[in-house]
Antibody, heavy 117, light 113 residues
Framework: QVQLVQSGAEVKKPGASVKVSCKSSGYTFTSYYIHWVRQAPGQGLEWMGI????????TYAQKFQGRVTVTSDTSTSTVYMELSSLRSDDTAVYYCARDHVGLTYYWGQGTLVTVSS | DIVMTQSPDSLAVSLGERATINCKSS????????????LAWFQQKPGQPPKLLIY???TRDSGVPDRFSGSGSGTDFTLTISSLQAEDVAVYYC?????????FGQGTKLEIK
C-alpha cells in the first residue's frame, strides 16, 4: 500500500532553516509528483509546491519563492522540503502528499515545525 | 491564482439530518475537452491529515460512504452529507487542481446540533 512517512517534529529559532523529509513506499517513486502543503495551528491548508521526482521539475507557490527548496532522492524514494529564514508565522504542520490526477491524494502524517526564540 | 471560497464557515446539523457545504471558485475549474471539473473535497479530523472524499467534483474515493456526494460545475460546487453521523464531525475543505498553485477553500467546520 502507498505510504508516505515524514520526519519528526522540529523546533527552530527565527532565521534558521528546517529540512523535512518524506519517504515514499508502495509505488514507483518516479511515476508520481509529490506536493507540499502546510497548516498553521487552527488554520486552513496552504499549498507550497510540487516536484516531479522523475526529472526534478519543480513549481513553487509564489509566496514561498526564494525561501523554499524541494529536492528528491530516487535512491531512497525520499523528497525533502527545506524552508529558510524561518519566522514565527512559519510554525505549522507540514505535509507531503502524493499526486493522483493532479490532486493531493495520499498524505503523509505531517511534521510539526515550531519556530520560537 | 484561483480563489476558493466556502460557505458557511461553520455548520451545526442534527444527527440523521442533511448537511450542505458550498464552494465557489473565482475562475472555472471545468476543463471542457474532458468535461471534468478539477474540484476535490477533503475531510480533516483533529490531529490527522486531510482525507480525500470526492474528486472530479462528484466521484467518491474508494471506501467513502455513499452518504457523501458532490455536485456542481464550472465555479459552483456542493458537498452534501445526506444523513449526518457522529463520525462526520470534522472540517471540510474544497480544493481546485485545475491550475498551479493548487488552492483550498478556508474550511467549513461541521458540528452536531
Amino acid at each position: 500500500q502507498v505510504q508516505l512517512v515524514q520526519s519528526g517534529a522540529e523546533v527552530k529559532k527565527p532565521g534558521a532553516s528546517v529540512k523535512v523529509s518524506c519517504k515514499s513506499s508502495g509505488y514507483t517513486f518516479t511515476s508520481y509528483y509529490i506536493h507540499w502543503v502546510r497548516q498553521a495551528p487552527g488554520q486552513g491548508l496552504e499549498w507550497m509546491g510540487i516536484i516531479n521526482p522523475s526529472d526534478d521539475t519543480i513549481t513553487y507557490a509564489q509566496k514561498f519563492q526564494g525561501r523554499v527548496t524541494v529536492t528528491s532522492d530516487t535512491s531512497t524514494s525520499t523528497v525533502y522540503m527545506e524552508l529558510s529564514s524561518l519566522r514565527s508565522d512559519d510554525t505549522a504542520v507540514y505535509y507531503c502528499a502524493r499526486d493522483h490526477v493532479g490532486l493531493t491524494y495520499y498524505w503523509g502524517q505531517g511534521t510539526l515545525v515550531t519556530v520560537s526564540s | 491564482d484561483i480563489v476558493m471560497t466556502q460557505s458557511p464557515d461553520s455548520l451545526a446539523v442534527s444527527l440523521g439530518e442533511r448537511a450542505t457545504i458550498n464552494c465557489k471558485s473565482s475562475q472555472s475549474v471545468l476543463y471542457s475537452p474532458s468535461n471534468k471539473n478539477y474540484l476535490a473535497w477533503f475531510q480533516q479530523k483533529p490531529g490527522q491529515p486531510p482525507k480525500l472524499l470526492i474528486y472530479w467534483s462528484s466521484t467518491r474515493d474508494s471506501g467513502v460512504p455513499d452518504r457523501f456526494s458532490g455536485s456542481g460545475s464550472g465555479t459552483d460546487f456542493t458537498l452534501t452529507i445526506s444523513s449526518l453521523q457522529a463520525e462526520d464531525v470534522a472540517v471540510y475543505y474544497c480544493q481546485q487542481y485545475s491550475s498551479t498553485p493548487r488552492t483550498f477553500g478556508q474550511g467549513t467546520k461541521l458540528e452536531i446540533k
